[in-house]
């Protein structure tokens, strides 16, 4: 049997990696849909054309501005509250933390060891941060975060 050319391969997994991408990094999912098993998708997904195919994907601006998004939107999360007919809006400070915690222990600030000493960060200091990451300078914002 002959080999596979060089940019066959990397077409492949080009091919397979938007695939993967696709059904949410599911395995079984992808299975189903190229009707095959999830012991084969597996083994094609870390065969290394695939593996560089990801790691590009993951570097990527497309991927960065998305969790930018994500984070804006779960730094600004609100819940409703419903007393006598009356629908409310109010900060949702629990799923706030949790988003601000998470990006605290992506961006190297916190370390969830217990014996690890612990900075504290300010609501200034998380939106210089979501700035940052935007490349837009802090004092050209014009919204607030509740």
Not at 43 to 54: S, T
Not at 68 to 90: E, Y
């Amino acid at each position: 049997m002959p080999r596979e050319k060089k940019t066959t391969k990397k077409a492949k997994a080009r091919r397979l990696t938007k695939d993967y991408i696709k059904s949410g990094l599911n395995q079984s999912k992808l299975a189903k849909k190229l009707k095959t098993t999830r012991q084969n998708i597996n083994k094609k997904v870390n065969k290394p054309e695939v593996k560089d195919c990801l790691k590009k994907y993951l570097d990527s601006p497309a991927l960065k501005e998305k969790l930018i998004k994500v984070a804006k939107d779960g730094l600004g999360a609100k819940k409703f509250l419903v007393v006598k007919d009356l629908a409310k809006s109010i900060p949702d400070h629990g799923v706030r933390h949790k988003y601000w915690h998470d990006l605290m222990n992506i961006k190297g600030h916190i370390k969830d060891a217990g014996t690890q000493p612990v900075n504290i960060f300010t609501i200034g200091d998380i939106i210089s941060q979501i700035g940052e990451l935007e490349n837009v300078p802090t004092g050209k914002r014009s919204k607030k975060l509740d």
